[in-house]
């Protein structure tokens, strides 16, 4: 509890009470989520409002801990409307809703790490979601990593910049022969529909470092990654990766070609890889 009668005398650093601090407070639950399913393990929040929570031990159609995701929508009276996504391909024990993350023009991405495709458990997956323009969404695009391997967990962390790239992490992903090292992907949009994938590794990784356990990155080109195993004179910590211009260059390609002409001059958001 904070408190304006107790200001510090070494600091004189003024502390308020919450009332004071937050103007409102709605809690938002849904009665579609199961008692145990952990809605807003993860949530994220875009600029238009719109608010996407994981729930990823629901059991939708009693697939137990399939996982699900709900949407919420601000109205103009102050309320919102949900709207919940499942797997269409979501087995029992996939956690779909691990991660998420929301653009501003609606596109959700949701991560399933312990989803198991094409028989490699718990490798991982990540699904796309776009707005129809009817209050729905479309069928979800899968992606999953072209060198999945056993326990990757792709989608360890999941980011999106407007221009509909999509970084994620597998922070279980053995690479470089390392056990657990971690790794990204980033995925482009095509013309197509479809996304390219690059893959990056830290270029000091060791194993057991989960790099890919995090992620966030800016407009202006800085990819903020985190290893949350790795030591660094017995500390943990974290990675900034820039990206070669030869890299630059190549991904601002794949980018301006996947895009209309109205689009083509959205920023890139990639790097090159370095440390600080």
């Given at each position: 509890?904070?408190?304006?009668g107790?200001?510090?005398?070494?600091?004189?650093?003024?502390?308020?009470?919450?009332?004071?601090?937050?103007?409102?407070?709605?809690?938002?639950?849904?009665g579609q989520?199961?008692?145990?399913?952990?809605?807003g393990?993860?949530?994220?929040?875009?600029?238009?409002?719109?608010?996407?929570?994981g729930?990823?031990?629901?059991a939708?159609?009693?697939?137990?801990?399939?996982?699900?995701?709900l949407i919420?929508?601000?109205?103009?009276?102050?309320?919102?409307?949900?709207?919940?996504?499942?797997?269409?391909d979501g087995?029992?024990?996939?956690?779909?809703?691990?991660?998420?993350?929301?653009?501003?023009?609606?596109?959700?991405?949701?991560?399933?790490?312990?989803?198991?495709?094409?028989?490699?458990?718990e490798?991982?997956?990540?699904?796309?979601y776009?707005?129809?323009?009817?209050?729905?969404?479309?069928?979800p695009?899968?992606?999953?990593?072209?060198?999945a391997?056993?326990?990757?967990?792709?989608?360890?962390?999941?980011?999106?910049?407007?221009?509909?790239?999509i970084?994620?992490?597998?922070?279980?992903?053995?690479?470089?022969?390392?056990?657990g090292?971690?790794?990204?992907?980033i995925?482009?949009?095509?013309?197509?529909g479809d996304?390219?994938?690059?893959?990056?590794?830290?270029p000091?990784?060791?194993?057991?470092?989960?790099f890919?356990?995090?992620?966030?990155?800016n407009?202006?080109?800085?990819?903020?990654?985190?290893?949350?195993?790795?030591?660094?004179?017995?500390?943990?910590?974290?990675?900034?990766i820039r990206l070669?211009m030869?890299?630059?260059i190549?991904?601002?390609?794949?980018?301006?070609?996947?895009?209309?002409e109205?689009n083509s001059?959205?920023p890139?958001l990639?790097?090159k890889?370095?440390?600080?």
């Amino acid at each position: 509890m904070f408190d304006t009668g107790n200001i510090s005398s070494g600091n004189h650093t003024p502390v308020f009470l919450d009332s004071e601090l937050i103007s409102d407070f709605i809690k938002l639950t849904s009665g579609q989520i199961v008692q145990t399913g952990q809605l807003g393990n993860a949530v994220a929040i875009n600029g238009n409002g719109v608010i996407v929570a994981g729930a990823r031990d629901d059991a939708p159609d009693s697939s137990y801990q399939a996982g699900s995701v709900l949407i919420f929508t601000p109205l103009e009276d102050g309320t919102y409307v949900e709207h919940q996504l499942i797997a269409p391909d979501g087995v029992a024990g996939d956690h779909f809703g691990d991660s998420v993350t929301i653009a501003d023009d609606g596109t959700v991405v949701v991560s399933a790490t312990i989803a198991s495709p094409d028989g490699n458990s718990e490798s991982g997956a990540v699904y796309v979601y776009k707005p129809d323009g009817n209050g729905d969404y479309t069928v979800p695009i899968k992606l999953v990593a072209s060198d999945a391997t056993q326990l990757d967990n792709l989608g360890s962390s999941v980011a999106i910049n407007e221009s509909g790239q999509i970084i994620v992490g597998a922070a279980g992903d053995d690479a470089n022969g390392d056990l657990g090292a971690g790794s990204i992907y980033i995925y482009t949009p095509e013309a197509s529909g479809d996304y390219s994938e690059i893959k990056l590794t830290a270029p000091e990784g060791e194993g057991l470092a989960n790099f890919g356990s995090s992620i966030s990155f800016n407009e202006s080109g800085l990819i903020v990654v985190g290893a949350k195993g790795e030591l660094n004179d017995t500390a943990h910590y974290m990675s900034i990766i820039r990206l070669s211009m030869d890299m630059q260059i190549l991904l601002s390609w794949m980018l301006l070609n996947s895009q209309s002409e109205t689009n083509s001059e959205r920023p890139l958001l990639l790097t090159k890889m370095g440390k600080y």
